[in-house]
C-alpha cells in the first residue's frame, strides 16, 4: 500500500469545505466547525499546462466535502494535490499530547552533530546542520551553490545517518522511493508545514514528523492570501510526533 493510500484510509473525519485558498506559496484549505478547522499545504505547480488546467472546477471547490478534495492528494496534477494536502491536514485529528513543541530545526540539529546527514530540500537551516554534520548533502531539484541534484538520491540516500525529508515529497508521489532508499538504522524524519501529523508516517518507518496546526485561522490566511513565506505565517504551532521506542 502506498503512503497515499495509508493516509487517505486513516481519515475518520469529514466536514464541509468553507474556503479553499491558493497563495503563491501556501495553499490554505478550510472546513466548517467550531471553531473552524485550517490545513496548509506547499503550492506546487506545474511549469506547463500542456495536460489541462492545473485546477478542475475552480471557484466550486467550496461544493465539495473535505474528504473528497482530501482525495486530490492522489492526483498527477501537482495543484490539486496540493490542495489534497491541505484538506487532509484539516481534517486529521492530531493527538497533540503525542507531540512536543519542537521545530523541525532543533530535531535535525540535536541529530546531525557528527554524522553524515541528507537533507532533501533547501531549508534555512541547512548550513546550522552543515557547521555540526561530518557531511550534510543537500538534494534539491533547482540546486543552489553546493547542492546536488535531486536525481542523486539514490546515491547519497543510502549513506546518510540522518534523513530529512520535505513534506512536499507527499504531495508529488516521491516519499515512498525516497524512504526506501533509507537505511533501516538512519534517523528519518519528515518536516514542513506540508507534512501531516499522522501516527501513520511513523508506522512507515520515519522517526519523527514536524509539522504544524493552525491555531488561528483569521490570521494565517490573511498571511497566506498576501504571498507569506512559511516563517512569516502567524497563528501556527511547530509540532514534532516522534516515534517512541
Do not use: Y
Request: aromatic share 4%; hydrophobic share 45%; proline share 6%.
Amino acid at each position: 500500500m502506498s503512503i497515499t493510500d495509508a493516509l487517505l484510509d486513516s481519515l475518520q473525519a469529514d466536514a464541509l469545505v468553507r474556503q479553499v485558498l491558493v497563495g503563491a506559496f501556501w495553499t490554505a484549505v478550510v472546513l466548517e466547525g467550531d471553531p473552524p478547522r485550517c490545513g496548509l499545504a506547499s503550492t506546487l505547480r506545474a511549469e506547463t499546462h500542456d495536460e489541462g488546467p492545473p485546477v478542475r472546477q475552480p471557484g466550486r471547490l467550496c461544493e465539495h466535502r473535505g474528504r473528497e478534495l482530501a482525495e486530490w492528494l492522489r492526483s498527477p496534477r501537482i495543484l490539486e494535490a496540493s490542495i489534497g494536502m491541505a484538506a487532509f491536514n484539516a481534517l486529521l485529528e492530531v493527538d497533540e499530547s503525542a507531540c512536543a513543541d519542537l521545530n523541525a530545526e532543533e530535531v535535525i540539529v540535536k541529530q546531525a552533530t557528527g554524522r553524515r546527514v541528507a537533507v532533501v530540500g533547501h531549508f534555512p537551516f541547512v548550513e546550522r546542520v552543515r557547521q555540526t554534520a561530518e557531511v550534510c548533502w543537500v538534494l534539491e531539484l533547482r540546486p543552489r551553490p553546493g547542492d546536488l541534484s535531486a536525481a542523486q538520491a539514490k546515491e547519497v540516500l543510502p549513506q546518510a545517518d540522518v534523513v530529512a525529508l520535505t513534506g512536499t515529497s507527499l504531495l508529488n508521489h516521491t516519499f515512498d522511493d525516497l524512504i526506501a532508499l533509507c537505511r533501516p538504522e538512519a534517523f528519518v524524519v519528515l518536516l514542513g508545514a506540508s507534512a501531516p501529523l499522522s501516527p501513520v508516517l511513523l508506522e512507515r518507518g520515519l522517526d519523527a514528523v514536524c509539522g504544524t496546526k493552525v491555531v488561528d485561522v483569521p490570521a494565517a490566511l490573511g498571511a497566506v492570501g498576501e504571498g507569506a513565506t512559511f516563517r512569516q505565517i502567524p497563528g501556527k504551532r511547530l509540532l514534532t510526533m516522534a516515534r517512541q521506542d
